[in-house]
């Protein structure tokens, strides 16, 4: 499985971005996907993931901010984030398990000015 991360940025705070994930074969194989962030100088960390029946979970940082949801039709995840702060500065990462498989995208670069 390939996944292709896109969608990152330069943002001023309080703006938005949509990040897509698009992967190579049909997302209902893929029973998890989510995205995990990294930023300068710390590990990476946990961001939101959505799970077969459409279940989501988020990280403390972002409930109420970012959204993540499937698009079955295209075979991509979408992390809609909202009210960006520098914090969520970071490179993101999309990911896929599937049983003991685990897929990783390229990252993409996220940036908010304050």
């Known amino acids: 499985v390939q996944l292709q991360a896109s969608g990152g940025g330069l943002v001023q705070a309080g703006g938005s971005l949509r990040l897509s994930c698009a992967a190579s074969?049909?997302?209902?194989?893929?029973?998890?996907m989510g995205w995990y962030r990294q930023a300068p100088g710390k590990q990476r960390e946990f961001v939101a993931l959505?799970?077969?029946?459409?279940?989501?979970t988020y990280a403390d940082s972002v409930k109420g901010r970012f959204t993540i949801s499937r698009d079955g039709a295209t075979n991509t995840i979408i992390l809609q984030m909202n009210n960006l702060n520098p914090e969520d500065t970071a490179v993101y990462y999309c990911?896929?398990?599937?049983?003991?498989?685990?897929?990783w995208g390229q990252g993409t670069q996220v940036t908010v000015s304050s």
């Open positions: 074969r049909s997302i209902f194989t893929i029973p998890i």
């Open positions: 959505t799970a077969t029946g459409d279940s989501t």
């Open positions: 990911k896929g398990m599937r049983g003991s498989f685990e897929y």
